[in-house]
């Protein structure tokens, strides 16, 4: 996408700042890093620490690390004074330069532009950038607050488990399957973090996420929402590759960065927390919700014949330790992301 300005995500920013600020949420004088922060949840924390920088006095200084040089694909991000740019590979600096307050792990590739069919890449940036970023902030003075975005895949290491998931069924002794590099890399990284908080090193805790929705996404990579989404756009069919009763849930971007936001400045908790939609939907119903918003398109079946795939969390936990619920549902999803894309 062409010209992205920090002005086109100014409601979706508004939004988290009006919900974390309700339950008295503060990341004033924070020094704050960012590892992945070219992809899609890191840009959306960088996006939303600039908005209270800028609009609101906030003092936060932000660090942010990627593997390539280069611009920023949201030119503003490149020239501001409150990022400091690292151009490096997660695995190999040295992060003892500076004493960081929160660190929010967000660099494992999840594109295939970004390497995430090279299982040396993922586990290169996953297991041993984690193992690294950890060794040097165990030099710190202060404990930081450790954020790894870890991810419900973690839960097919065990081939006994079905969803919907819960984050009490996964221990060491249940692994079956660790054939799927991306999703054991997340649980070897989420065993570091545990290890580290154990030992008082950091403050730290693995967010599972699960399907995730809204603007950043790509309309045009593997992942459905984005695909029905581009294709309904366009007034193109929506097309179904596979199983039409598969089933997922959505959380959308902003209402998950108000999460992961929320739970980091609640120090006590550790652990592991599921991150997803609270509702799971079959990815027939998920298309044909598009036709509310775009009515002159349709639904068509291609490969309906492949086995049924369910990927869906179970959500008690967070509701019942934080005491959040879901407010941004599939349609409201669609109609937010559909707005945001209006703008270009």
Same mark, same amino acid.
């Given at each position: 996408?062409?010209?992205?300005?920090?002005?086109?995500?100014?409601?979706? &920013?508004?939004?988290?700042?009006? $919900? +974390?600020?309700?339950?008295?949420?503060? @990341?004033? %004088? #924070?020094?704050?890093?960012?590892?992945?922060?070219?992809?899609?949840?890191?840009?959306?924390?960088?996006?939303?620490?600039?908005?209270?920088?800028?609009?609101?006095?906030?003092?936060?200084?932000?660090?942010?690390?990627?593997?390539?040089?280069?611009?920023?694909?949201?030119?503003?991000?490149?020239?501001?004074?409150?990022?400091?740019?690292?151009?490096?590979?997660?695995?190999?600096?040295?992060?003892?330069?500076?004493?960081?307050?929160?660190?929010?792990?967000?660099?494992?590739?999840?594109?295939?532009?970004?390497?995430?069919?090279?299982?040396?890449?993922?586990?290169?940036?996953?297991?041993?950038?984690?193992?690294?970023?950890?060794?040097?902030?165990?030099?710190?003075?202060?404990?930081?607050?450790?954020?790894?975005?870890?991810?419900?895949?973690?839960?097919?290491?065990?081939?006994? &488990?079905?969803?919907?998931?819960? $984050? +009490?069924?996964?221990?060491?002794?249940? @692994?079956? %399957? #660790?054939?799927?590099?991306?999703?054991?890399?997340?649980?070897?990284?989420?065993?570091?973090?545990?290890?580290?908080?154990?030992?008082?090193?950091?403050?730290?805790?693995?967010?599972?996420?699960?399907?995730?929705?809204?603007?950043?996404?790509?309309?045009?990579?593997?992942?459905?929402?984005?695909?029905?989404?581009?294709?309904?756009?366009?007034?193109?069919?929506?097309?179904?590759?596979?199983?039409?009763?598969?089933?997922?849930?959505?959380?959308?971007?902003?209402?998950?960065?108000?999460?992961?936001?929320?739970?980091?400045?609640?120090?006590?908790?550790?652990?592991?927390?599921?991150?997803?939609?609270?509702?799971?939907?079959?990815?027939?119903?998920?298309?044909?919700?598009?036709?509310?918003?775009?009515?002159?398109?349709?639904?068509?079946?291609?490969?309906?014949?492949?086995?049924?795939?369910?990927?869906?969390?179970?959500?008690?936990?967070?509701?019942?330790?934080?005491?959040?619920?879901?407010?941004?549902?599939?349609?409201?999803?669609?109609?937010?992301?559909?707005?945001?894309?209006?703008?270009?």
């Amino acid at each position: 996408m062409n010209h992205l300005k920090q002005e086109h995500f100014a409601n979706e &920013l508004e939004w988290i700042r009006t $919900e +974390l600020n309700a339950k008295n949420s503060n @990341f004033e %004088n #924070s020094n704050v890093l960012i590892l992945g922060a070219s992809g899609f949840i890191g840009t959306w924390l960088i996006l939303y620490f600039e908005h209270l920088n800028n609009n609101f006095g906030v003092k936060i200084s932000i660090t942010a690390m990627r593997l390539k040089r280069g611009d920023h694909e949201i030119s503003e991000l490149n020239h501001s004074k409150n990022i400091r740019w690292l151009f490096s590979n997660v695995a190999d600096y040295d992060f003892k330069d500076t004493e960081y307050t929160h660190v929010f792990f967000c660099a494992t590739p999840s594109q295939p532009k970004t390497g995430m069919w090279s299982p040396s890449q993922i586990e290169e940036s996953t297991i041993s950038g984690t193992r690294n970023v950890l060794r040097c902030l165990a030099k710190q003075k202060n404990v930081p607050r450790y954020i790894n975005l870890s991810s419900g895949a973690v839960y097919s290491l065990n081939e006994k &488990l079905k969803s919907p998931y819960s $984050e +009490l069924e996964l221990v060491d002794d249940d @692994f079956i %399957n #660790s054939s799927n590099v991306y999703a054991f890399s997340k649980y070897e990284s989420e065993k570091f973090v545990n290890e580290y908080t154990r030992r008082g090193l950091i403050s730290g805790f693995n967010a599972r996420i699960f399907s995730v929705s809204g603007p950043l996404l790509p309309l045009d990579a593997h992942f459905a929402f984005g695909n029905f989404l581009g294709q309904a756009k366009e007034l193109r069919e929506i097309t179904i590759k596979g199983n039409p009763n598969t089933s997922r849930s959505y959380v959308f971007i902003t209402e998950l960065i108000y999460w992961i936001l929320l739970i980091t400045t609640r120090s006590g908790f550790h652990g592991s927390i599921n991150l997803g939609g609270f509702e799971p939907t079959t990815i027939q119903n998920l298309a044909q919700s598009f036709l509310v918003e775009f009515p002159g398109t349709k639904v068509v079946l291609e490969n309906s014949s492949e086995a049924i795939s369910n990927y869906y969390p179970k959500m008690n936990f967070l509701e019942k330790s934080f005491g959040l619920t879901q407010r941004i549902l599939i349609n409201e999803q669609i109609s937010r992301h559909h707005t945001w894309l209006n703008q270009f």
